[in-house]
């Protein structure tokens, strides 16, 4: 089976939830999240079950920088 690493942000998690549900039906995957947990725009126990039921591996990633900011990238 071929593998996807998929990197998001949270300020594309709203469209990012339906390409990955239909890429996990077909591709091994591996969802990068950069989010800031201390006040996630989307509900991470909720992120964490629905890539539980699409077999996808979910890799969280914390940043504390201003979204714009290079050390972002």
Not at 8 to 13: A, F, G, V
Not at 20 to 32: C, D, K, M, W
Request: hydrophobic residues 40%; aromatic residues 16%.
């Amino acid at each position: 089976m071929k593998r996807i690493v998929y990197i998001s942000s949270e300020w594309l998690i709203d469209t990012d939830i339906t390409v990955i549900g239909r890429l996990a039906s077909e591709y091994e995957l591996h969802f990068f999240y950069v989010c800031n947990c201390n006040s996630p725009r989307y509900n991470i126990e909720k992120l964490k079950l629905f890539c539980v039921d699409h077999n996808i591996q979910l890799h969280l990633y914390n940043h504390c920088a201003r979204y714009l900011s290079i050390k972002t990238f």
